[in-house]
């Protein structure tokens, strides 16, 4: 078992070009028939002032380079989490895992990148402010095979 993230508030750029938020985690598996157990959880939000009905947030997963966790039947965005804050001001708390086969014994590195429809997608806090910082977890979990 491994952990790694942040605990501060982290604003990323805005649009739809995802970037790495600083989530991320390092795990050697002990075969190639283990299974990895990912969980990521914290807070996400959309800075921007007032009201930003419809803007969405957005989080994909990575093994390395490789997208993966994600949906698969989106006719816009195909993500690892999504949310739809209603104003900058909301703090959208998650929890999302999925089991991966990496079928490797080489050191694997899992992490998230944030991006919004529109403003800049935040984690680890509100959108509008610095007031408040939670942390943003990512855990990974070797099941031997």
């Known amino acids: 078992v491994q952990e790694g993230g942040r605990t501060d508030r982290f604003v990323g750029t805005g649009g739809t070009s995802f970037a790495d938020c600083g989530v991320s985690v390092a795990i050697t598996p002990s075969s190639t028939s283990s299974k990895i157990l990912v969980r ?8 921007g002032g007032g009201t930003i009905n419809g803007v969405r947030a957005l ?4 093994r390395d380079s490789t997208e993966i966790g994600s949906g698969t039947s989106g006719n816009t965005y195909n993500v690892f989490m999504a949310a739809l ?3 900058s001001y909301d703090m959208h708390p998650f ?6 086969s990496p079928s490797s014994t080489s050191s694997i590195t899992y992490k998230i990148q944030i991006a919004s429809s529109a403003n800049q997608c935040v984690i680890g806090g509100r959108g509008d402010n610095a007031e408040i910082a939670v942390p943003t977890r ?4 070797e099941i031997q095979g």
């Open 59 to 62: 989080v994909k997963l990575f």
């Open 40 to 47: 990521v959880s914290g807070s996400i939000g959309i800075s």
């Open 85 to 87: 804050p209603l104003n």
């Open 95 to 100: 929890s999302q895992s999925t089991l991966d």
């Open 138 to 141: 990512i855990q990974v979990m």
